[in-house]
């Protein structure tokens, strides 16, 4: 088995936690700005990889052709 990197998770309990609140907010606010006018070219249907590299250089390529596009659409209207 191979361990890539070290991050705590968050423990499911009934009680609130004001910094975890926090980093969900941050977070979320962050996906919404990464996210604006941003429509992923995905195509539909099922994808097999044959490791988590592939998946993640496929998903890379999605996302840099989306923002290659974004910043196309914002060079013709501003």
Do not use: C, F
Not at 29 to 48: E, N, S
């Amino acid at each position: 088995m191979r361990i890539v990197g070290k991050r705590d998770q968050y423990r499911v309990s009934l009680e609130p936690s004001a910094d975890r609140l926090m980093a969900g907010a941050r977070w979320n606010t962050d996906m919404q700005r990464l996210a604006i006018g941003l429509r992923l070219p995905i195509r539909r249907g099922v994808y097999r990889y044959r490791s988590h590299e592939e998946a993640d250089a496929a998903w890379q390529e999605v996302i840099a052709a989306g923002m290659a596009k974004l910043e196309e659409q914002r060079g013709r209207h501003g």
